[in-house]
């Protein structure tokens, strides 16, 4: 079946797809660099009403993404946070795993059918050491596979003006086409080979994708059948360190959100800790197996990694004399969109579609790198790569 066109003149906007659209975290991203979305797909009735309601309904599919693979676009750029499934190894050999059935595998079909010059895709952190790295492994492998060159790195919205401490593993997969480089570190552009890279790198540092365990490292490389990788501890860009919870607070929120009388007596159930873990201000922890007390946080440091799971909706904060839960705009804000984004739906339900969603800052720095390459290619050419490589490892 031939894929419906949206236009190949070299002047045309960048074109993206987003799978698994939630409330639109690439979708912001997009829209920030004239990126256009001409489709994005979503099966949550509340995620796909908020991202209606915020972005219209030009090429947006509600629904299960494996029914509607066929109907997507030549496009640019496939972005997706997808879920995380296990691979299984059923039916092939012991330790290498087959992404059949997962949604994953849906990713895949598209960007083989649809060849995107890039992809992206964002996730947990932990998807570098699940299955002590034979899922990231698979993925590495099954990528490739495609033609796609591969870089990954674990980012954090913190470098990105948020006050939360909420890391991601995000993977850039690029069409190879022999002009290889790096979009997820600093400038090191122009360079010959991904071997070239490799060697100046660390010589002993090149390895096969095997079947072997191997937790993966927080920034790496792939292409056919290797990698290279390194626990890079530089971020992207330099944090604003003044940047605290407590500055994104609402003034006045409703009193539906505080629990002071009660957080006071549950507080006799729990254990004092008083000391900041990545930046976060850890006031008291539960004690163990009670689940009588409560985490409770401070503002003076950053927000704990929010998600969508809804026990942590209820942990507390101390604000002033008093201890409450954040509001739903609060969330918002720690993920960096706006605060009205998901009006219309129950706070309650407002905690997970923020908890799922990528902060846009983050994928906005990724999308412009590789927007902005397509301008500044030229200015490369012809310059000497292992310089530029050599001032940019450490970043
Ligand atoms: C990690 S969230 C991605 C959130 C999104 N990046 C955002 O900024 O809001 C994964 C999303 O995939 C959706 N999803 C799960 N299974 C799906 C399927 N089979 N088809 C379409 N969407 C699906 C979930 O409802 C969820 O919103």
Redesign the pocket.
């Known amino acids: 079946m031939s894929i419906p066109s949206v236009g190949d003149s070299a002047t045309r906007p960048w074109t993206t797809v987003e799978l698994?659209?939630?409330?639109?975290?690439?979708r912001i991203a997009s829209d920030a660099l004239q990126i256009d979305t001409v489709w994005a797909?979503?099966?949550?009735e509340r995620?796909a009403s908020v991202y209606v309601r915020q972005f219209g309904d030009r090429g947006f599919v509600r629904?299960?993404?494996?029914q509607h693979t066929g109907e997507i676009p030549q496009h640019d750029i496939l972005t997706a946070?997808?879920?995380c499934q296990p691979f299984s190894s059923a039916g092939k050999k012991k330790g290498v795993y087959d992404p059949r059935g997962t949604?994953f595998a849906e990713i895949l079909a598209v960007i083989q059918r649809c060849q995107p010059r890039f992809f992206v895709l964002?996730n947990v952190k932990r998807l570098l050491s699940m299955d002590s790295g034979k899922h990231f492994a698979t993925i590495l492998r099954s990528s490739i596979a495609m033609g796609y060159l591969l870089e990954w790195r674990v980012l954090n919205a913190t470098w990105f003006g948020l006050p939360q401490n909420r890391e991601r593993v995000v993977i850039v997969g690029s069409r190879d086409n022999g002009s290889l480089r790096s979009y997820l570190r600093a400038e090191n552009r122009g360079l010959k080979s991904l071997e070239n890279v490799a060697l100046k790198f660390d010589p002993s540092g090149i390895r096969e994708i095997g079947d072997k365990a191997q937790k993966f490292k927080n920034w790496g490389l792939s292409w056919g059948g290797k990698f290279i990788d390194k626990d890079v501890r530089l971020p992207v860009c330099e944090p604003d360190r003044n940047l605290r919870l407590r500055h994104i607070l609402e003034k006045n929120p409703s009193s539906k959100f505080f629990f002071t009388e009660d957080t006071l007596k549950r507080i006799e159930n729990s254990e004092k800790v008083d000391r900041y873990f990545n930046g976060v201000e850890i006031l008291y922890n539960q004690k163990g197996g009670a689940r009588m007390g409560y985490s409770i946080f401070g503002v003076n440091g950053v927000a704990p990694t929010l998600t969508s799971t809804t026990s942590r909706h209820y942990e507390r904060y101390r604000v002033g004399d008093d201890y409450r839960r954040l509001t739903n705009v609060e969330y918002a804000r720690l993920q960096g969109f706006p605060d009205g984004h998901c009006d219309g739906i129950s706070p309650y339900h407002q905690y997970s579609?923020f908890g799922?969603?990528?902060p846009p800052c983050l994928v906005e720095w990724v999308m412009n790198r590789l927007v902005r390459d397509r301008f500044t290619s030229v200015e490369f050419a012809g310059s000497t790569a292992s310089t530029q490589l050599e001032l940019s490892l450490d970043r």
């Open positions: 698994f659209c939630g409330i639109g975290g690439f797909n979503e099966i949550e995620a629904g299960d993404l494996r946070g997808f879920p949604l964002e579609l799922n969603a990528v």
